[in-house]
């Protein structure tokens, strides 16, 4: 395999394959393609702190947080978290002593616009997130910026959130907020983070805002951030032609592996992967523009035998098919773990439901070792059956990994991270190497200890862990940071032996 594809040149995310040397051993290490990236990321509510400072409005995870603190595992918030927003210097410094290449986070949309909407620029919000571009800037790291992790302001929530169309609208002005105040930086963007998250555990469970209403609010708010997406990457490219950055979308996938190889499992597995993940990925990423025809199909019948006059998963207009196909210069792929899949047996529930109306049945093999996270286990090959998934479904668009990861109990002596590392990232490896998938680039989650939504501070996911009862917010390295920076320094995976000599 001779290929390789680079995103990242000139300090910007560029999207171009060319030809090059390609992967190969180097002194006994596996390494990645010369112009493959590892950077790391986080996200605003995660990390920021400084919840009322300078301006900044409530967003739905305040008012969450402090409305309903029993929903949270220790009844925690993110007031202060990790303070990235007083000590992202040090953050940046971080960064650049593991030597990676990018800084992967999330802009505050409370904290830029107060109101929601574009009639009122904080000022400070605009010089916090410039002072720290610039920062990554001088430190030779390029920024790619989330604009959509999951905070929404809590005056948008009262409009309805992101189940009101109107939500498109106000998102691509807030876009082009951001766009122009970083006009003259080196910036790559990404629209929303995991739509399936937030638009599934937001509106149709007990996320932020808590709407709890699956089968209905899900797919509302799917349908619109679909179009917020599609219509931000139409008028980036129209209105911000010269800047000649990159925008993508990020889209979470855990592999959805047929429990047996019967084909009712095999066909289960498949309508698993497009409910899951093609109901955001097909409209952009494959040539109809439109949601996967199983979903279409599915969510049609069950409303019908639930007797909606009409079906629970909107339709796109003609327009909207027009600006969405297509609309991303790369495909960001959250990937974290796998799941074995069966169909759910029985008659349609008279009550609607998101995973009702997938008809699957959803579990984890006891053998597959655990974590510290309840969701997550420990199964590489899935990495790779997930990328081929994509390769196959889409026809090898460009991919970029904007996270992995995993996540260990609390101190230092995390070799589980390490070894959970260096197993996905040989399954990376043969994704590109063996299978030809044009991964561009790796994204560890996440630089540093963070507020992990519902499960409070309990899960830590950092390569630095973060001393929350010390007044500085302690940052310090877990023993995966120097095994991480050399492969962040060479793009080879050090062997066994390398590993091993630190580890003892
Ligand atoms: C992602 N699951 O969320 C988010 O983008 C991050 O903000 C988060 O901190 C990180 O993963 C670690 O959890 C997920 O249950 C949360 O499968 C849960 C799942 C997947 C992703």
Wanted: charged share 25%; glycine share 8%; proline share 5%.
């Amino acid at each position: 395999m001779n290929e390789s594809h680079s995103c990242f040149e000139e300090g910007k995310l560029k999207i171009v394959s060319r030809v090059q040397g390609g992967v190969a051993f180097r002194n006994g290490e596996l390494c990645f393609p010369k112009n493959f990236y590892f950077g790391v990321a986080t996200a605003s509510y995660q990390i920021e702190g400084a919840w009322n400072v300078s301006g900044k409005s409530e967003s739905i995870w305040d008012r969450y947080t402090h409305e309903h603190p029993e929903r949270i595992f220790d009844h925690k918030n993110g007031d202060v978290a990790a303070d990235s927003y007083h000590r992202f210097r040090e953050d940046v410094k971080l960064m650049a002593d593991l030597g990676v290449k990018y800084y992967r986070f999330s802009i505050s949309w409370p904290r830029v616009l107060p109101t929601g909407l574009a009639n009122e620029i904080n000022e400070d919000g605009i010089r916090y997130y410039r002072e720290l571009i610039n920062e990554l800037n001088r430190n030779k790291l390029m920024a790619l910026v989330t604009m959509y992790h999951w905070d929404l302001p809590q005056s948008l929530q009262d409009l309805g959130g992101w189940t009101n169309p109107i939500m498109a609208d106000y998102f691509v002005d807030y876009a082009r907020v951001l766009i122009k105040s970083f006009e003259d930086m080196r910036v790559d963007w990404i629209t929303f983070n995991e739509p399936l998250s937030f638009c599934q555990a937001g509106y149709g469970g007990m996320d932020a805002p808590g709407a709890n209403a699956s089968g209905f609010e899900d797919y509302l708010c799917g349908h619109n951030v679909l179009r917020a997406h599609g219509m931000a990457y139409r008028m980036y490219k129209r209105e911000f032609p010269h800047l000649n950055g990159a925008m993508g979308i990020t889209i979470d996938m855990g592999w959805q592996e047929p429990a047996t190889t019967s084909p009712e499992d095999q066909e289960a597995a498949e309508t698993a992967r497009q409910f899951y993940f093609g109901w955001f990925a097909n409209p952009i990423f494959s040539k109809t523009g439109d949601y996967p025809a199983v979903m279409r199909k599915r969510v049609d019948e069950a409303s019908r035998q639930q007797r909606y006059p009409r079906s629970r998963l909107p339709t796109f207009t003609a327009e909207e098919v027009e600006y969405m196909q297509g609309s991303a210069d790369f495909l960001g792929l959250n990937h974290y773990t796998t799941y074995l899949i069966s169909p759910k047996k029985g008659k349609i529930s008279p009550q609607p439901s998101f995973v009702e109306d997938a008809g699957i049945y959803s579990t984890q093999k006891e053998d597959w070792p655990k974590t510290n996270s309840t969701w997550l286990r420990v199964v590489p090959w899935g990495f790779r059956k997930a990328l081929n998934w994509i390769k196959r479904t889409y026809e090898n668009p460009i991919v970029l990994i904007t996270e992995n990861g995993v996540s260990t109990p609390p101190g230092l002596h995390d070799r589980r991270r390490t070894a959970y590392i260096l197993s996905y990232l040989r399954a990376l490896h043969a994704a590109i190497a063996l299978d030809g998938c044009r991964v561009v680039g790796y994204t560890y989650w996440s630089l540093i200890d963070n507020f992990e939504w519902t499960r409070g501070f309990s899960e830590r996911f950092g390569l630095y862990e973060v001393d929350y009862s010390s007044p500085n917010k302690t940052r310090t390295a877990r023993e995966s940071v120097k095994f991480f920076s050399h492969i962040a320094k060479t793009g080879c995976l050090p062997t066994l032996n390398w590993v091993a000599q630190f580890q003892n």
